[in-house]
């Protein structure tokens, strides 16, 4: 899933380019420590297909992508990995992949979210798992990725009710209860930065809540200027006490590590002015802050606590206490860069949603039209550095990062290997300038459903064929860099050579 942020971007500009890429350019495998790991992604919905099989009930991501709002596609088949995973298990396999993350459907495991835990859904998991372990290949789990189930939702509004917390813990302990003797890496909530501001202020992916004049659709329920934040604070504290609860009941003979995931753009000022200059800070305050502050201090930063007021939730000394430090390691899911211009003016309005609290002007230079990102590996070095200063260098793994392009264009993905070479050097950088990062993963492993796009795009190692019945998987070039890659060969800076190509794989039927 990618940059939801986008859709908050109000002016798209073309920026100038700031600096020379320095980035590393020749490297290898080798060059990083051997318990650095190196994976790919995809979530539950957007790879398992088998939507409606097996006893799964619907997730608001399927009523989402049933009204249309996917560009008219649905995840009822996607990949259809949960019939497949056997053969995509055995591709990771063969490209060398170190570790696997995948996301687990909520309403597959326990239908409707609560309630009995469904045996078939148990069933497909540790089937994905075993195979996975089978193969060498770590497995990193997400627990949630924008499906929370659909009952849950109609019952109590889903993450705007406190009720939803124990929903969580519930769901949770049964993942680690059932999964954690081979499950080491746990993440709890994907992005709640981006899910929060789009679900609930703009209202553009699922819940879909946002009321007038901020949101982006016809708001019929929700309230742009407190859900996101009540939304989060929900979201903090079901993760929190889902960290309690495995140090208590389960760490200690799992071994595993858990932690969370935030979208992360990387800012710069728009221009050297000090309003600029602090716009800049306050924005990585609303983007970063809203969720790592309290994980690593225990409360949100004061400068949101002043512009949000009385609208961002207050934590109790208890609450507090178990949020602070209830993390092993920060997920990072980065794609994008973005400058900041100060927008101070949005502080008089009376009635304020998130964006207007922020007061910031957000400026990407990439719209959704474009296909490809722009490849500017500084901005996750600047990432990683800002994690290092600011939060104390955490232990971080990159759960996301990687090239889009247009679904149909070609097995020669020559633009995803330039991102891919270029980032990973990037990443070489920090880890030689202090950054405690201790894996990577590509988005996506396959050509998967995209949470707005359908099947438009693509992050896809493996391009996927739609028009086949059997939905035959292709590698990219991508997948050859990325394999050589793992296999030890070095990652020249003489663009591709030999080695990356594959005459007898690299064309469409
Ligand atoms: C915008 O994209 C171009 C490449 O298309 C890049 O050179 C430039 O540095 C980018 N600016 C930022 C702020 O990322
Ligand atoms: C908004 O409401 C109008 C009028 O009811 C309707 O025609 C339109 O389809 C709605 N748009 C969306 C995105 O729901
Ligand atoms: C949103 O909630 C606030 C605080 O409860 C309230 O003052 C405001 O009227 C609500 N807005 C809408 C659109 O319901
Ligand atoms: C290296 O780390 C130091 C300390 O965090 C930081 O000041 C510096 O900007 C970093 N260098 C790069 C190239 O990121
Ligand atoms: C991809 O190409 C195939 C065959 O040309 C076509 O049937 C399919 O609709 C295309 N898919 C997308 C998402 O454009």
């Known amino acids: ?171 949770a302990d049964v993942c680690f209860r059932e999964f954690g003797d081979r499950v080491q890496y746990w993440s709890t909530v994907n992005e709640p930065n981006v899910l929060a501001q789009g679900g609930y202020d703009t209202g553009i992916v699922p819940p879909q809540r946002c009321s007038p004049p ?126 900041i211009k100060d927008n101070s003016r949005s502080l008089a309005e009376e009635h304020r949603d998130y964006t207007a609290d922020a007061a910031v002007t957000i400026a990407g230079n990439f719209s959704l039209t474009d296909f490809e990102i722009p490849i500017t590996p500084w901005a996750l070095e600047g990432v990683l550095d800002y994690l290092k200063q600011v939060y104390g260098n955490p232990p971080v793994y990159i759960y996301e990062n990687g090239q889009r392009n247009q679904r149909n264009s070609s097995l020669e993905d020559t633009p995803r290997v330039e991102y891919m070479k270029a980032y990973i050097g990037g990443l070489l950088n920090a880890l030689r300038n202090g950054s405690n990062t201790r894996g990577y993963f590509t988005w996506s492993f396959l050509d998967v459903f995209e949470l707005l796009d359908g099947y438009e795009s693509g992050y896809g190692l493996y391009y996927v064929d739609l028009d086949d019945p059997n939905l035959k998987r292709y590698p990219k070039l991508s997948s050859h860099w990325y394999s050589n890659f793992l296999k030890g060969k070095s990652a020249g800076s003489e663009g591709l050579n030999e080695f990356d190509r594959n005459p007898e794989t690299v064309s469409f039927d």
């Not at 687990?104 to 195979?131: H, K």
């Not at 590590?257 to 728009?270: D, E, H, N, R, V």
């Not at 800049?280 to 409360?299: C, E, Q, S």
């Not at 949100?300 to 949020?323: C, D, L």
Request: net charge neutral.
């Open 1 to 171: 899933m990618w940059n939801l942020s986008l859709l908050q971007i109000l002016v798209i500009t073309l920026l100038a380019a700031i600096g020379v890429c320095n980035g590393t350019n020749k490297y290898s495998r080798d060059d990083f420590p051997p318990t650095f790991v190196f994976g790919s992604g995809t979530s539950a919905y957007q790879v398992e297909g088998a939507a409606n099989e097996d006893g799964r009930t619907p997730s608001i991501w399927d009523t989402f992508a049933h009204a249309g709002y996917a560009r008219g596609a649905t995840g009822d088949v996607a990949c259809d990995q949960y019939h497949k995973y056997k053969e995509d298990v055995q591709l990771m396999a063969d490209i060398g992949l170190e570790a696997y993350r995948f996301s687990i459907s909520w309403s597959r495991l326990i239908p409707n979210g609560r309630g009995p835990v469904n045996p078939e859904g148990l069933r497909y998991y540790n089937n994905l798992i075993n195979e996975l372990v089978d193969h060498g290949i770590q497995p990193h789990v997400a627990l949630f990725n924008y499906d929370l189930p659909q009952a849950l939702e109609d019952e109590y509004g889903g993450w705007i009710s406190r009720k939803v917390v124990k929903d969580f813990i519930v769901y």
């Open 214 to 339: 901020f949101g982006r659709l016809n708001c019929t329920r929700g309230n742009s200027t407190t859900e996101p934040y009540i939304a989060v604070h929900h979201i903090l504290l079901a993760h929190a006490s889902t960290v309690r609860l495995y140090r208590k009941k389960y760490q200690e003979k799992q071994h595993g590590f858990i932690g969370l995931c935030i979208y992360a753009l990387w800012y710069k000022p728009f221009t050297d002015s000090k309003e600029d200059i602090i716009a800049t800070r306050r924005a990585y305050d609303f983007l970063y802050g809203w969720v790592l502050d309290p994980l690593v201090f225990g409360d949100y930063p004061q400068i949101m606590k002043e512009n949000a007021g009385s609208r961002i939730p207050a934590f109790t000394k208890a609450e507090s206490k178990i949020v602070k430090g209830s993390f092993d390691f920060i997920g990072i899911i980065h794609y994008l860069t973005a400058s």
